[in-house]
T-cell receptor, first 115, second 112 residues
Framework: DTEVTQTPKHLVMGMTNKKSLKCEQH?????MYWYKQKAKKPPELMFVYSYEKLSINESVPSRFSPECPNSSLLNLHLHALQPEDSALYLC??????????????FGEGSWLTVV | GQNIDQPTEMTATEGAIVQINCTYQTSGFNGLFWYQQHAGEAPTFLSY????GLEEKGRFSSFLSRSKGYSYLLLKELQMKDSASYLC?????????????FGTGTRLKVLA
């Protein structure tokens, strides 16, 4: 049973707001990911956490701040976003970076609109 | 840089077979994965290849040639519900530092 849950499903925020996206998995996965997806485009990798430590940051602007409080939770803190940051934000998890053949499983995503 | 290319759109008829190609030029290749994504939904895993050859999984098969930087996803006995975007993703890196980079995606339309 694979399940990654994300909240909220929809979020509208102003450019001066501070908000957070949350992601949770109970599959015992040790790697978690944030992707950003614009309409009709593929997902773009933002961050990778491995064993609760940030291992990859794909040169993401500092207005996006990830946090991994424990191995089951992943947050994305948002502050001073721009309208062009409006997108679907996908969380994903996998067994662990050093396991051959493992794949990533996605949550339903959080639709973010910045006004 | 990393390049992963797919045809933008394809159309096929219900009951037919369709092949979706993916070519890649990347460094540190460690596997190729195929995902299906319906509009407004998250991608779901279909198949993966780490070694050269064909992997079959029900109506879906995926092929990989690492020397050619080439993969394809074969969908048999197409159904209307197969209308979706199909994404190939390359896993890059070495043990301990992997990341998955997605191709441009192929929108498949299945016609009755």
């Amino acid at each position: 049973d694979t399940e990654v849950t994300q909240t909220p499903k929809h979020l509208v925020m102003g450019m001066t707001n501070k908000k957070s996206l949350k992601c949770e998995q109970h599959m015992g996965h040790r790697a978690m990911y944030w992707y950003k997806q614009k309409a009709k485009k593929p997902p773009e990798l933002m961050f990778v956490y491995s064993y609760e430590k940030l291992s990859i940051n794909e040169s993401v602007p500092s207005r996006f701040s990830p946090e991994c409080p424990n191995s089951s939770l992943l947050n994305l803190h948002l502050h001073a976003l721009q309208p062009e940051d409006s997108a679907l934000y996908l969380c994903a998890s996998s067994q662990g970076l050093a396991v051959p053949g493992n794949t990533i499983y996605f949550g339903e995503g959080s639709w973010l609109t910045v006004v | 840089g990393q390049n992963i290319d797919q045809p933008t759109e394809m159309t096929a008829t219900e009951g037919a077979i369709v092949q979706i190609n993916c070519t890649y030029q990347t460094s540190g290749f460690n596997g190729l994965f195929w995902y299906q994504q319906h509009a407004g939904e998250a991608p779901t895993f279909l198949s993966y290849n780490v070694l050269d050859g064909l992997e079959e999984k029900g109506r879906f098969s995926s092929f990989l040639s690492r020397s050619k930087g080439y993969s394809y996803l074969l969908l048999k006995e197409l159904q209307m519900k197969d209308s979706a975007s199909y994404l190939c993703a390359v896993r890059l890196g070495t043990s301990g530092t992997y990341k998955y980079i997605f191709g441009t995606g192929t929108r498949l339309k299945v016609l009755a």
